[in-house]
């Protein structure tokens, strides 16, 4: 069981870690140094076995803490979910352990986390991209990336010497309906037309 | 001994494929559009003769965005997009949403609503299970079977029809209850459909179960190991298969799973032929499933009336009552209100466990929201599984897995 017993023998002896709230499961916040002894000592002995999912949450390019590694951990006996946040001590160049020696099911999380966040992980034994193209220079699911899309070159250097085309941004800021959460709703309401031309100017294509 | 074989670029990759021999190895391009790979996923293989030395996935050729374009609308017009996920069972990837949503808003939902949730939860995990059994049958060399499940499936995609408009994108959950009551006479079609099934599933299993030539592609093939199938993340059908007791209905019941009797069938060995067995098995709990839940229908409300800030009343409503009418404008342009907070939930969907992590900071919009796609932690374990199998056998594991890509990229 999932109950005060169990939170406080996983806490002693455990300075770096801390509980951060149990509403839906139980949520550690652990250093990134020792990351790997936690979850290690839950696999082990624990029986946190089941890599769930591992992502990262960016905070916005203000916030002290930027990106937080949020890694869910299921328990096939306890039949529970576990949570912890880790919190990259780097704004600009957020490192973390990686858990792929200790859940295989992470090596891919990994890779796309490290592709949509730019979070490097350490140790991880092919970190590379996974969804974006090796050679894409963005990483799109940081606050600052634009919902449309930036401007690049077509990964097939081939295609693009005789066609002259590239990745272009979507039309209309990613569609007619957008409704970021940065900023008042009421200010981003639903834009019902294509803005990017009018009669007077042609549009891009 | 090992030799690493060269990236091959996007370009001529088939001609280049074919034509690079690096000793007496050889690079093979799978995909991403070839039949074997059922959608988008490229496979990038090493051969020494007809055995396949190393194997790399190349995914991300549907890759869409999902979880950007998920900050950036409300939580209710995200629900469109999860029809695209795994589109072969849009329904219970609505119901999984919504359930995520709900429960960072804390809603509690009336009876009826949930009722109608696992049954249409249900009916989608028999439409893609009978895919997955039908092209599984194709991919190992029987065309004949394909047929009947799909027979079925036409009943089941018109029956969708008629309870939500579409066929195949149903878009049918809202935060706080679902799109539209059931409509009249409805559940006593299901009714005759599942009673119908089991004849479909019985002439699919006499051509399939005991076929020698099926037996013998499927048996022994692609054996995922319990621990391996853990250590990977494996979920669903493909986990249970390797002898792992985990099914999310029993084990974390929600919608009032807890309600209805059901066996979760468990494999023994973990090969290609289990995971068949297993999908027939669950195709058969489902038609329980679904027939204790129309027998147990609870009348009452579709929607929770009392989460005003989150579910729009009745059309009826908003076009004769002023309350109703900003009620139903604040929802729409401001989106669902739902408190700050974190919460992941993961749903037993037919492809395995599809987990939804929220993170909200108040408001109509979400601030971030990860897709845990069963299918993408199923396929990462084809690196460590394919390698020592033949180069026919790759049709079997992959039609084995039950994978959609769409789900997979995102």
């Not at chain 2, 299993?205 to 319990?226: A, M, P, Q, V």
Request: glycine residues 8%.
């Amino acid at each position: 069981m999932i109950d005060e017993d169990f939170v406080s023998l996983l806490l002693k002896g455990r300075e770096y870690l801390s509980v951060l709230h149990q509403e839906d499961c139980l949520t550690l916040q652990s250093d990134p140094a020792h990351i790997i002894d936690l979850c290690t000592h839950l696999r082990d002995e624990q029986t946190f076995d089941l890599l769930a999912d591992l992502t990262a949450i960016d905070q916005g390019e203000d916030a002290s803490t930027r990106f937080i590694v949020v890694v869910h951990l299921y328990s096939l006996i306890h039949k529970s979910y576990l949570r912890i946040h880790v919190n990259c001590l780097d704004n600009l160049n957020p490192e973390v352990p990686s858990l792929s020696g200790v859940f295989p099911a992470a090596n891919w999380h990994e890779r796309e986390t490290f592709d949509m966040f730019g979070i490097s992980f350490t140790e991880h034994p092919n970190l590379k991209r996974i969804l974006m193209w090796d050679e894409y220079p963005y990483y799109p699911l940081r606050k600052e990336f634009p919902l449309a899309g930036i401007e690049v070159p077509l990964p097939a250097a081939d295609v693009s010497e005789v066609t002259g085309a590239n990745v272009d941004p979507a039309p209309m800021m990613g569609g007619p309906f957008v409704s970021s959460s940065n900023g008042r709703l009421s200010e981003a309401e639903p834009r019902g037309k294509d803005e990017s031309w009018t009669e007077d100017t042609e549009k891009l294509l | 001994m090992s030799k690493t074989v060269k990236e091959v670029q996007i370009g001529d990759v088939g001609a280049q494929a074919a034509s690079r021999m690096d000793g007496d190895r050889m690079a093979l391009n799978v995909g991403p559009s070839h039949p074997t790979t059922h959608g988008v996923l490229r496979l990038i293989m090493e051969l020494d003769g007809d055995l396949i030395t190393r194997c790399e996935p190349v995914l991300g050729y549907l890759h869409r965005g999902d979880e950007k374009i998920a900050e950036n609308m409300t939580y209710n017009q995200f629900v469109p997009y999860t029809d695209r996920l795994d589109y072969l069972a849009p329904l219970a990837n609505n119901v999984a949403y919504a359930i995520t949503v709900e429960k960072l808003a804390g809603i509690e939902l009336p009876e009826r609503c949930e009722a109608i949730r696992v049954l249409v939860c249900e009916m989608a995990r028999i439409s893609s299970h009978l895919l997955g059994m039908g092209v599984f049958g194709m991919d190992a060399g029987a065309w004949t079977p394909f047929m009947y499940t799909f027979t079925e499936r036409e009943k089941l995609y018109s029956l969708f029809e008629e309870l939500t408009g579409a066929r195949f994108t149903t878009s049918y959950t809202r935060i706080g209850g679902v799109a539209r009551d059931l409509p009249e006479g409805w559940l006593s079609k299901v009714e005759k459909f599942v009673d119908e099934l089991p004849q479909a599933i019985d002439e699919v299993e006499k051509l399939l179960t005991r076929n020698r030539i099926f037996l013998d592609r499927t048996e022994g093939i692609g054996t995922i190991s319990k621990e391996d199938a853990i250590a990977f993340g494996i979920t669903g059908p493909n986990l249970r298969a390797s002898g792992v007791d985990l099914d999310l209905r029993k084990d974390r019941p929600y919608s009032g799973y807890e309600k209805y009797e059901f066996d979760v069938p468990i494999g023994t060995r973990g090969d290609c032929y289990d995971r068949y067995l297993v999908r027939i098995e669950e195709v058969r709990q489902s038609i329980l499933i679904i027939k204790q839940v129309i027998a147990s229908m609870p009348g009452g409300l579709w929607y929770a009336e009392d989460a005003k800030k989150i579910f729009a009343p009745p059309k009826e409503q908003i076009m004769t009552n002023m309350e109703e009418l900003i009620q139903n404008f604040m929802i729409v342009t401001e989106g669902p209100q739902i408190p700050p907070g974190e919460v992941y939930f993961e749903a037993e969907n037919p492809k395995g466990a599809l987990g939804f992590y929220l993170v909200s900071k108040g408001g109509g919009v979400p601030y971030r929201l990860k897709i845990r796609a069963p299918s993408f932690c199923n396929l990462s374990i084809l690196e460590k599984l394919v390698p020592g199998h033949m180069l026919s056998d790759i049709t079997v594991i992959l039609g084995s897995l039950d994978f959609v890509m769409g789900e997979c990229d995102r």
